[in-house]
């Protein structure tokens, strides 16, 4: 399998492109490959205006499937998120590739925006034919159910480890029907130690290093809801 991930930081945080790679080899057995175009702070409109680099990996990156990342914080216009995502998703369809629309999550201190995203996200996948990952859904139920799992990285905005875990594993439970419960403690912190900065991005020749261990109780209990929440849609 292999997949693109377009988007801005709530794809590329915690190498969770690579993540999901590693828990959909652990389930499936087969190699994943995951590809990304993720730049900070992009909205899906200036994604479509570098249209030539989008364009060439769908036409030659021979994918199984592209997801699709709207910038989150703030959550553009609906009006923009459709018509954008609407032409990425053609562009997708014309290459023989499968959409999946990423629903993000809402800011830590403004829980209510979430139910925009939702609605607006589900209608840009189900007026277009694509699939959607329902990350946000996800993350609410977490919130509210299970509130000693602290799904947030520090600004209260981007997915700490445990919101990556939850990210990959949902992914994973999407294009491949399953999540092995070998996943289950595996994460990833592309931090360490170190204070990170934008603008001068750390460097870690050895991708062994971001590898970390999670609470297993906790990640069995996100396990559970991505389980739940997929069960009652399909």
């Not at 959909?24 to 899906?44: F, H, K, Q």
């Amino acid at each position: 399998m292999k997949v693109l991930f377009v988007g801005n930081s709530h794809t590329f945080f915690n190498d969770m492109p690579a993540l999901f790679a590693r828990f959909a080899e652990i389930t499936t057995g087969e190699t994943t490959d995951a590809v990304m175009l993720a730049y900070s702070g992009r909205e899906l409109e200036w994604h479509r205006k570098e249209y030539f680099s989008l364009r060439y990996q769908l036409m030659y990156g021979k994918y199984d499937y592209c997801v699709i990342q709207q910038a989150a914080h703030p959550f553009p216009a609906k009006e923009s998120t459709m018509t954008m995502g609407k032409e990425i998703i053609d562009l997708c369809h014309r290459t023989h590739t499968k959409p999946v629309v990423y629903m993000t999550w809402a800011e830590k201190r403004f829980p209510e925006n979430q139910q925009k995203m939702i609605d607006t996200l589900t209608e840009l996948a189900e007026t277009n034919n694509a699939l959607i990952c329902p990350v946000g859904i996800i993350w609410q139920k977490i919130l509210k159910e299970y509130p000693e799992i602290d799904l947030f990285w520090k600004d209260g905005e981007h997915a700490g480890v445990y919101g990556d875990f939850l990210i990959a594993a949902s992914f994973c439970r999407l294009l491949t029907g399953k999540v092995s419960p070998e996943v289950s403690g595996l994460g990833q912190d592309f931090f360490g130690d170190s204070t990170f900065n934008f603008e001068l991005p750390r460097i870690l020749e050895d991708p062994e290093k971001v590898k970390i261990d999670l609470d297993k109780e906790k990640t069995d209990t996100i396990l559970k809801v991505i389980e739940s929440v997929f069960s009652q849609t399909e």
